[in-house]
């Protein structure tokens, strides 16, 4: 062996003695930096949304009002909607595509109540909303303009990431939950700034979700697991085989070990 | 005869009355019913449309939290400490949605009757096979549960049906972990902020303080 072939070795050993722990501590402060991160996100780009042109007036210009008024919360969706009343969703294949309408939205399992407004989605394979449809209830089309706008920004709220919160107090949020259909005085219809920097923050850490993937939220530390199911399917149904745990918290995970 | 001639002028505005008459109805009608993009479609007919696995779900607007323990406590059939052995996905009948059926081996029954070693629970979400496609269906807020796991499960009977659900959903599911009680609720929550952490007997006892035990 040639003294040359000899230190090729040794360089190469020596790389890849370090290149595995340097990789997994890029991936180490890649994962620290997610935090608490809701499950969905917006396929980036124009969203365009049909808003149902048989809502009354002014339950149809507060959905609209409701959709603009997330406008410029984040580069990297912007809305679209039907002002002029027109009577189809149409939207070219590439882009995401939200339907509001009257109707009843769809019931959370094991309850018999009937939420004032929801959303049915599909996403593409990249794991952001292409499609969805959103419901009001029509006790909420009933109570007027302002509990559609709030309903509509709500949702759109959560398609774009946020969960419930107070960002302050009531006043202050679109994304506090808990109130009735009709909805009181005190409630904020548009999203506020607290709202919109939230939605900036969750797409500029935003990553692609791998499919079959949940969120756990545990405790009281706003720890976050992501979870990826691998299931052995046949054509009578998909049997669980294991899962794998990863940890995407505050606190760092290093060759498989969290601390 | 003028006559005749002006009742086949009559039948022939009528006919093209009812003819434009029932269009404009059709029309009106088809406006109305503006197709849904995706609740309510066939999972088949979206696979065929997309071609590939798909992942489908509902929002965020989960069951009402419980406000104490009591209302949770007092609306449960039966609450079960235990662990998910099987889990199966499968379509509804209608082919909207995915269930998830578990068989769950009871270790512990803290309220109602004991149940024999094993119950079946079941779900919305989970995953289905479907013409060569994977078919995920989420419910946000709630996480599928994973065998091997211990969990406390706030349960109600669906009537007709040797299944059990879990009670409000996600509120009704607590994971037992690393010796803690993990609520699988937003950790906001009221339940969830006051139990989330602890340990899972003294849980229990909190179960048994309220007084709704039978």
Redesign the interface.
Same mark, same amino acid.
């Given at each position: 062996m040639t003294p040359t072939t000899m230190t090729r070795r040794v360089y190469l050993a020596a790389s890849l003695f370090l290149f595995f722990p340097l990789a997994g501590m890029a991936q180490c402060f890649s994962q620290c930096t997610l935090g608490s991160t809701?499950?969905?996100t917006l396929k980036p780009g124009t969203v365009r949304v049909w808003v149902?042109p048989?809502l009354p007036p002014e339950q149809f210009n507060a959905a609209v009002a409701a959709v603009q008024s997330w406008n410029g919360a984040t580069s990297w969706v912007s809305f679209t909607v039907n002002t002029d009343r027109s009577?189809?969703?149409t939207t070219p294949p590439s882009d995401a595509?939200?339907?509001v309408?009257q109707?009843t939205?769809?019931a959370?399992?094991?309850?018999t109540?009937t939420?004032?407004?929801?959303?049915?989605?599909?996403?593409d394979?990249q794991?952001n909303i292409a499609? +969805?449809?959103l419901?009001l209830d029509p006790s909420v089309v009933q109570a007027g303009g302002r509990s559609v706008q709030f309903g509509v920004a709500h949702?759109i709220g959560?398609?774009l990431g946020s969960?419930?919160t107070d960002c302050q107090d009531r006043s202050s949020t679109v994304m506090q939950?808990?109130f009735p259909c009709a909805l009181p005085e005190e409630a904020r219809v548009t999203p506020a700034q607290c709202d919109k920097d939230k939605v900036s923050q969750f797409y500029a850490s935003r990553v692609n979700p791998a499919?079959?993937y949940? #969120?756990? #939220?545990?405790?009281?530390?706003?720890d976050v697991y992501l979870?990826t199911?691998y299931?052995w399917?046949?054509?009578g149904?998909?049997?669980?085989m294991y899962?794998t745990w990863q940890y995407l918290g505050t606190q760092c995970c290093f060759l498989g070990i969290c601390g | 005869m003028s006559g005749v001639r002006e009742l086949a002028r009559y039948n022939r505005f009528t006919r093209i009355t009812n003819v434009l008459l029932i269009t404009l109805v059709f029309t009106g009608l088809v406006?109305?019913q503006?197709k849904?993009?995706?609740? *309510?479609r066939s999972l088949r007919e979206?696979v065929r449309e997309s071609g590939?696995?798909?992942?489908?779900?509902?929002?965020?607007?989960?069951?009402?939290p419980p406000q104490n323990l009591s209302t949770l406590v007092g609306q449960s059939d039966l609450i079960l400490r235990g662990i998910i052995t099987?889990?199966?996905?499968?379509l509804s009948q209608d082919e909207t949605e995915v269930w998830s059926d578990y068989v769950f081996q009871v270790i512990e029954t803290i309220r109602g009757r004991g149940t024999g070693g094993t119950i079946r629970i079941t779900?919305?979400?989970?995953?289905?096979?479907l013409e060569g496609r994977?078919v995920?269906y989420?419910?946000?807020?709630?996480?599928?549960f994973?065998?091997k796991e211990e969990y406390i499960f706030f349960l109600?009977k669906l009537p007709d049906s040797d299944f059990y659900?879990?009670?409000? *959903?996600e509120?009704?599911c607590f994971?037992l972990r690393d010796g803690?009680v993990?609520?699988? +609720?937003?950790?906001r929550h009221p339940v969830p902020?006051q139990f *989330?952490?602890r340990a899972p007997q003294e849980f229990v006892r909190a179960i048994a303080r309220t007084g709704l035990l039978r």
């Open positions: 809701p499950a969905n149902d048989a009577t189809s969703p595509v939200i339907g309408k109707g939205p769809p959370p399992p094991g309850s109540e939420p004032c407004a929801n959303y049915s989605f599909q996403r394979s794991g499609r +969805a449809d419901f949702e959560h398609m969960p419930d939950d808990g499919q079959n949940q #969120y756990y #939220y545990y405790g009281q530390c706003y979870v199911s299931y399917c046949t054509s149904g998909c049997t669980h899962s | 406006l109305a503006q849904n993009l995706v609740s *309510g979206l590939q696995d798909i992942t489908v779900g509902i929002g965020a607007e989960g069951s009402r099987e889990e199966r996905g499968r779900r919305l979400g989970g995953v289905a096979f994977m995920t989420l419910v946000e807020g709630y996480p599928f994973h065998p109600r659900t879990p009670l409000r *959903g509120h009704g994971l803690r993990h609520p699988v +609720a937003f950790p902020r *989330g952490g």
